[in-house]
């Protein structure tokens, strides 16, 4: 596929759209393109700022006349890898949002965040399934299968999807259900990025009552008898109650809350729904597991999601790795203390449990892509990605990795795998059977591999050396440019 486009291409392209069109020369080029993570610098050759689905079927067949390959962002969570090259179709704009109370669903455009649904579902008492952050798209998150904050009790946020509408890779806009295009509404629910661009997506939502939810940070001295009680307490906990426990170094800025700021804590996070009695007394086991340094834990609002994990709100430059586990035993807790526990100087600064099983495990109508719904825990790791520590990070996710393999599970997470070094790797989120199916459904309705940024199957194998380094200096540029 070819690249570069003419001024007359480009003039083409303007008068057939009515949303913004970005040369690399324009003014509005980079915020356009930038992306949540800044180690992750895109460069297409043109950026468009899709208005709504007949934009993106103008673009994409504009780009298919041409030859030219297609990536697509909202909001830039998940750009771990780098675009380079093509068009960048941007769907921030695609803000339509609307929730009947009645049947209990939601409409999205593909701009849509998190935090608006979460807001207006919350007038009516209801919620969706977000995640740690309400800051993410819901589009893309739903389509890495979306692994939500009560996820033990109603399963993965892709379970919940009623319709969606995609432009595939001929410019058509489809709309696809369960009973309307069956083979691709399952592919898409966990597929990611690899059959076209999802312009709207409905889906249910739930109660948003009886919820008790946050967390308590422990020093991290006392990371050995937390980790140890977590062990034994997660496992043991309904599946109306979901935990996680993060190993975090903060830093020494001024968004961390004084008392954590610049120290090593481990971070409890926990939610929920149902009595709330019945819920604090689950938690008191992990209470009772060591001095606390702080208890945020108690009746929690619907609205109020992003105060269980404070994930960050601001654009920063981080790498990340993730994983799957089927097991937490004391080989693997050792080793988790060798990496981040208490007097390790540890480049990572934030190395994440988080508690699977319950509804998590099971589709919901029998067929599935999202792969490792048998883990029994999701491992990820974050770090910033700033000068001279970058160059350290690839080889400590590794070791790390390496030490953890025995108890890892073959399945990943998309929106949890982090940066990508090949195309096995790449692909690892996929299981064999949904793998082939992905591959055929990309054959049939991207021949030309169109869409061919991200997580897309069957492509050539990258070299790990040259990517790893791309990326180390991605992360330093990025840093020395903010």
């Not at 399952?186 to 709207?200: D, E, M, P, W, Y």
Request: proline share 6%; hydrophobic share 45%.
């Amino acid at each position: 596929m070819q690249s570069h486009a003419s001024f007359s291409d480009v003039s083409e392209l303007q008068l057939s759209v009515r949303g913004p069109v970005f040369t690399p020369a324009d003014s509005g080029f980079a915020a356009e393109v930038a992306a949540f993570n800044l180690s992750t610098q895109h460069q297409p050759d043109l950026a468009f700022g899709a208005l709504d689905a007949e934009d993106v079927s103008a673009a994409v067949r504009w780009a298919a006349e041409r030859g030219m390959p297609v990536s697509v962002q909202s909001t830039g969570h998940g750009a771990t890898n780098a675009i380079e090259g093509g068009l960048l179709i941007s769907t921030r704009r695609m803000l339509e949002l609307s929730i009947d109370p009645l049947e209990k669903t939601a409409r999205v455009g593909a701009g849509v965040r998190w935090k608006a649904v979460v807001d207006l579902a919350g007038t009516f008492g209801l919620m969706g399934l977000c995640g740690s952050t309400t800051d993410v798209g819901v589009v893309g998150y739903t389509l890495g299968g979306g692994l939500p904050i009560l996820g033990r009790k109603y399963g993965f946020a892709s379970d919940h999807v009623i319709a969606f509408e995609i432009v595939t890779a001929d410019g058509v806009l489809r709309r696809v259900t369960k009973d309307e295009d069956s083979e691709l509404f399952f592919l898409l629910r966990g597929g990611k990025g690899n059959l076209g661009i999802v312009t709207a997506m409905e889906f249910h939502l739930f109660q948003g009552s009886d919820l008790y939810a946050g967390g308590i940070y422990f020093d991290g001295e006392h990371a050995p008898e937390v980790l140890q009680a977590f062990r034994g307490w997660a496992p043991s906990l309904p599946v109306e109650a979901s935990a996680s426990l993060a190993f975090l170094r903060l830093p020494d800025m001024e968004m961390v809350p004084p008392p954590l700021r610049g120290k090593f804590v481990i971070h409890l996070r926990y939610a929920y729904q149902g009595d709330l009695a019945t819920a604090a007394e689950l938690l008191e086991p992990m209470r009772r597991s060591a001095p606390f340094m702080m208890d945020a834990t108690g009746p929690l609002d619907a609205t109020a999601f992003d105060s269980i994990h404070q994930d960050p709100d601001q654009p920063v430059p981080v790498l990340e790795h993730g994983f799957l586990l089927d097991r937490l035993d004391e080989p693997e807790a050792d080793a988790l203390l060798r990496h981040f526990g208490p007097g390790v100087d540890s480049p990572v600064l934030l190395a994440e449990l988080r508690l699977l099983g319950g509804a998590l495990a099971k589709s919901s109508d029998g067929d599935d892509i999202v792969g490792g719904r048998d883990a029994a825990f999701s491992f990820f790791m974050g770090a910033i990605a700033v000068p001279p520590r970058v160059e350290m990070l690839p080889s400590v996710f590794n070791a790390v990795h390496e030490d953890l393999r025995p108890a890892a599970n073959a399945g990943t997470f998309v929106n949890l795998h982090g940066h990508f070094v090949d195309s096995e790797d790449r692909e690892r989120p996929w299981r064999a059977t949904a793998l082939d199916r992905l591959r055929k459904a990309k054959a049939e309705l991207d021949p030309h591999n169109m869409f061919s940024f991200g997580h897309v199957v069957g492509l050539p194998v990258i070299d790990q050396t040259v990517l790893l380094q791309d990326v180390v200096t991605a992360g330093g540029d990025a840093v020395l440019s903010s």
